[in-house]
């Protein structure tokens, strides 16, 4: 079945910066972090905005393979992963999540100044 590669994030594989090996199953996942409006129900939760005892969605993408090992990766959607607890999951491709990630930072670098009451650039 050979070896199987999960990476978090989806830029550098969307880039081509990783070798392309017949031999690996090469899946990327990334925390959408938690929602800063989610009504958690631990003060823990609340006070919460990277993903430890908040609820998130995740996004996932098979980036080399057969999707049979996906079935795999999903075990790592699991409520006992890193990402727990998981309110959604969403399957996309490698490159829908490298440009929602980048479009997401800047649009929150260009908010930056605005929330400060100074002209953004």
Sequence with gaps: MGTKVMLLDAPAPFA?????????????????????????????????????????????????????????????????????PILRSYRLTVGQMAIMELGLSGWLLSQRGSARGEPTR
């Design 16 to 84: 081509g910066h990783l070798p392309e090996r017949r031999d690996l199953i090469s899946f990327v996942s990334h925390p959408c972090h938690p929602l800063i409006c989610n009504d958690e129900t631990t003060e823990e939760g609340r006070r919460d905005y990277f993903g430890v005892a908040a609820t998130q969605s995740i996004t996932s993408a098979l980036m080399q393979g057969r999707t049979r090992p996906l079935r795999w990766a999903r075990r790592w959607r699991r409520p006992s992963t890193p990402c727990a």
